[in-house]
């Protein structure tokens, strides 16, 4: 642990301290909610202690987009005039460490994470103190203020990984029944919880849609439309033309439009891509991709709702398709029907001038959820869950020459779908390189098909 940095004073502890407080956080782009936390917390004692995370251990704990350097960061928490002590948190475990090394009386935290530090209980007394809402936008130079539309369990679980993307302020949230959104904004505490549209759109810089399927195409152009940048979950939309039409806008209003297929945005993934593009197995011949979830009931089953395995889960099999066939793909499908008439099991061929990719997906049916990358001198392995990549192998005829490689993916992995949004945003790019809008056009284009009944045999 480092106590003692240049460039800042560490207050000398003078007698008894009283009450003493700790409290941790990256403090990057210091805005007003770091220092109500702060000054709440200081509050809550006579002596407080703020540790400020390491950029190794932001690292380590998937909090990503962070862009002021440690150094910044221990300045500005030192000018507020808050801190009696600044330390560097540099490791998981650290806390524990702390609140010994410093006879610290309370562990203090926002509310946004509430309950993650219960372990600390036996350590000492810990307080999640409210976090602030809706803080003023002068104060907030340099943060995508970003809305969501929709209040189901991806738009919860988006929630929760956005607090690890340093830069993006999530206050708001759209549904067409208000109740639902001022519920969801309740739990959540978000500023805004609202059922106009109109009103939702004047607040924010960009949109996260995570709506039934069908819906996408509406909110998506509403958003272009109303010049918000737009991070739209899989599948974006149903149709190739409708995709089409989305990016031209897009593009036209100067505007990012993401689809929010989260392995594309994934270290590892981004490793494997590149690994098979760079010839590590010589030229790629097969790619087979599985992902299924057995669903017993919801919206994923209703054929009103746009439901069956190849809307919910065919843009994940199809993006490593894309990313490794082009997207000019002949696709033909083998499907099996359920109950409510939705495919509950489906098998994509996909096929390009001298390479093929298989997908199948299901929500009925269970397989072995693995990526195999064929190619002439050797294949890519990638163990379920591929669609959420840490480790996988490049193996060859002779296991002796077989390598492994390990990245994060931290959490859900939603974080990474958005930090890249962000950094787009922030960058002034519109196009993403990382899932580029040709290839959620072909996606688009193959589920289409798919909908429409070309080329697709039932079992
Ligand atoms: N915070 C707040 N109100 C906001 C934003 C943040 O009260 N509108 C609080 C957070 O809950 C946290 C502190 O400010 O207690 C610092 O927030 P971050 O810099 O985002 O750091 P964080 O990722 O929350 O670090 O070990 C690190 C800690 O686990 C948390």
Redesign the pocket.
């Known amino acids: 642990m480092n106590e003692i940095h240049e460039g800042f004073k560490i207050l000398v502890m003078k007698g008894s301290r009283g009450r003493v407080v700790i ?6 782009l210091l ?4 220092i ?3 000054r ?2 200081r509050e809550l004692g006579d002596y407080l202690i703020v ?1 400020v ?1 390491s950029e190794s ?2 690292l380590q ?1 998937g ?1 990503l987009n962070v862009r002021q350097p440690l150094s910044e960061r221990i300045k500005n928490v030192e000018r507020t005039g808050l801190a009696d002590l600044i330390i560097v ?1 540099e490791y998981e475990g650290q ?1 524990i460490e702390d609140i010994e090394r410093y006879n610290v009386d309370i562990f ?6 509430k309950g ?2 219960d372990y600390l209980k036996d350590f000492a007394e810990v307080v999640y ?5 809706g ?1 003023s936008s002068t104060d907030l130079r340099g943060y995508l203020k970003l809305g969501i539309i929709g209040t189901g369990r991806i738009a919860q679980r988006f929630i929760n990984e956005a ?2 993307v ?1 830069g993006v ?1 999530v206050e708001w949230v759209y549904h067409p029944n208000e109740e639902k959104a001022k519920a969801f904004a309740q739990k959540f505490e978000l500023s805004v919880g609202t059922g106009n549209l109109s009103e939702f759109f004047s607040e924010v810089d960009a949109i996260y849609i995570a709506t039934p399927h069908h819906t996408h195409y509406e909110y998506i152009s509403k958003g272009l439309q109303a010049n918000k940048h737009v991070l739209a979950e899989k599948p974006m939309v149903l149709s190739h033309n409708q995709a089409k039409e989305l990016f031209a806008l897009a593009y036209e209003r100067k505007k990012v439009l993401l689809e929010a297929i989260k392995t594309a945005f994934a270290p590892s993934f981004r490793r494997i891509i590149g690994l098979a593009r760079s010839r590590r197995v010589g030229q790629i011949v097969h790619v087979d991709a599985t992902f299924t979830k057995l669903i017993s009931e919801g919206r994923e089953l209703d054929p009103t709702q746009a439901g069956g395995s190849v809307t919910e889960l065919g843009s994940y099999v199809l993006l490593p398709t894309v990313k490794l066939l082009g997207t000019n793909i002949k696709a033909s499908f083998l499907s099996k029907r359920g109950p409510t008439g939705v495919d509950i099991w489906t098998r994509i061929t996909s096929l390009t001038e001298g390479k093929a990719a298989t997908g199948r997906v299901g929500i009925g049916v269970k397989e072995e959820g693995d990526l195999v990358i064929g190619g002439t001198t050797g294949y890519i392995y990638v163990p379920a869950p591929w669609w959420k990549p840490k480790c996988f192998e490049i193996r060859r005829e002779d296991p002796s020459q077989n390598e492994t490689y390990c990245d994060v993916f931290a959490g859900d992995g939603l974080r990474y779908e958005l930090a890249h949004f962000a950094q787009l945003i922030q960058q002034g790019r519109i196009e993403s390189h990382l899932l580029r809008p040709e290839e959620s056009i072909a996606i688009a284009g193959v589920i289409e098909q798919f909908l429409l009944g070309k080329n697709v045999s039932w079992l």
Request: glycine fraction near 10%; charged fraction near 30%.
């Open positions: 409290t941790y956080g990256t403090f990057d805005h007003q909610g770091h109500n936390l702060l709440r917390a540790g995370t251990y932001d704990r909090k948190e806390k203090a935290i926002g509310s946004d994470w993650k530090f103190l409210e976090r602030t809402r803080i607090k690890y340093s302020l």
